[in-house]
């Protein structure tokens, strides 16, 4: 048994994810994986299932009956990371934009007591994105500006979804109430976690965009984010 278990929501993933699986599993440090999957038609799910044959008791997977968004797959996983009792619960994309070695250094980050959920970022040190053009990094840099002048946010990567959090974190701020359900479910995960006065600590990465897949960025998710973070302001917690 670990103390730690990584994320991985999936739709369409079959070119990375049994590469991602394998490179989380290749550490020193134990970590479990729990992939989310909301019914992909490209047979990532079928995969995920033959590779527990090789990762037995390492390597779990809910299935979902269709794409229902990021966010509540996170809820539906941290639900059943709670229940089974991992200490440090990990979100983590399946496409190796985040580098899967920085594990370690969000692990290292809660269990030494330094922060109650630490971030992956990648503003903490000037921009440290590969393989994006211009326009996107601007949009996702001013994103999180955007938020940081709203709520008071001391985080430079509030969209960031690359994070640990310690169990205790996710036992407390109520993730059922969480209302945003793309990339704004982000940032107010990080503002429902400051709101009830935890830690939080950035460790710089370089974001590298996806080489194998399809993004899942759309119009829509931008748009929930930038409402969605007004009304979260004045929203009453506790």
Same mark, same amino acid.
């Given at each position: 048994m670990t103390d730690s278990i990584v994320i991985i929501p999936t739709y369409n993933e079959i070119e990375n994810i049994e590469n991602i699986v394998r490179?989380?599993? +290749?550490?020193?440090k134990s970590f479990h994986i729990l992939i989310v999957d909301d019914n992909s038609p490209d047979g990532?799910?079928?995969?995920?299932?033959? *590779?527990?044959? +090789?990762?037995?008791n390492k390597l779990n997977i809910l299935e979902r009956s269709g794409k229902l968004? *990021?966010?509540?797959?996170?809820?539906?996983?941290?639900?059943?990371?709670?229940?089974?009792?991992?200490?440090?619960?990990?979100?983590?994309?399946?496409?190796f934009s985040h580098p899967p070695k920085d594990l *370690?250094?969000?692990y290292n980050i809660c269990a030494?007591?330094?922060?109650?959920? +630490?971030i992956g970022s990648r503003y903490i040190k000037g921009i440290s994105v590969v393989n994006w053009p211009l326009s996107r990094i601007l949009i996702s840099f001013c994103a999180s500006l955007?938020?940081?002048?709203?709520?008071?946010?001391?985080?430079?990567?509030?969209?960031?979804?690359?994070?640990?959090?310690k169990r205790k974190v996710l036992e407390t701020i109520g993730i059922d109430k969480i209302k945003m359900k793309g990339y704004g479910f982000q940032i107010e995960m990080k503002y429902r976690a400051y709101k009830y006065g935890?830690?939080?600590?950035?460790?710089?990465?370089?974001?590298?965009?996806?080489?194998?897949?399809?993004s899942k960025m759309s119009g829509g998710i931008f748009?929930?984010? *930038?409402?969605?973070?007004?009304?979260?302001?004045?929203?009453?917690f506790k």
């Amino acid at each position: 048994m670990t103390d730690s278990i990584v994320i991985i929501p999936t739709y369409n993933e079959i070119e990375n994810i049994e590469n991602i699986v394998r490179k989380v599993f +290749s550490f020193d440090k134990s970590f479990h994986i729990l992939i989310v999957d909301d019914n992909s038609p490209d047979g990532t799910a079928k995969k995920i299932k033959e *590779l527990q044959h +090789s990762f037995p008791n390492k390597l779990n997977i809910l299935e979902r009956s269709g794409k229902l968004g *990021l966010g509540t797959a996170y809820i539906t996983g941290f639900h059943w990371a709670i229940e089974k009792k991992y200490d440090y619960i990990f979100e983590m994309d399946a496409d190796f934009s985040h580098p899967p070695k920085d594990l *370690l250094n969000l692990y290292n980050i809660c269990a030494n007591g330094t922060a109650d959920l +630490s971030i992956g970022s990648r503003y903490i040190k000037g921009i440290s994105v590969v393989n994006w053009p211009l326009s996107r990094i601007l949009i996702s840099f001013c994103a999180s500006l955007y938020v940081r002048l709203i709520t008071g946010l001391k985080i430079k990567d509030t969209t960031a979804g690359f994070v640990c959090y310690k169990r205790k974190v996710l036992e407390t701020i109520g993730i059922d109430k969480i209302k945003m359900k793309g990339y704004g479910f982000q940032i107010e995960m990080k503002y429902r976690a400051y709101k009830y006065g935890f830690k939080a600590k950035e460790v710089p990465i370089v974001f590298t965009d996806r080489t194998e897949g399809t993004s899942k960025m759309s119009g829509g998710i931008f748009s929930e984010a *930038l409402w969605g973070v007004v009304k979260m302001r004045f929203k009453k917690f506790k």
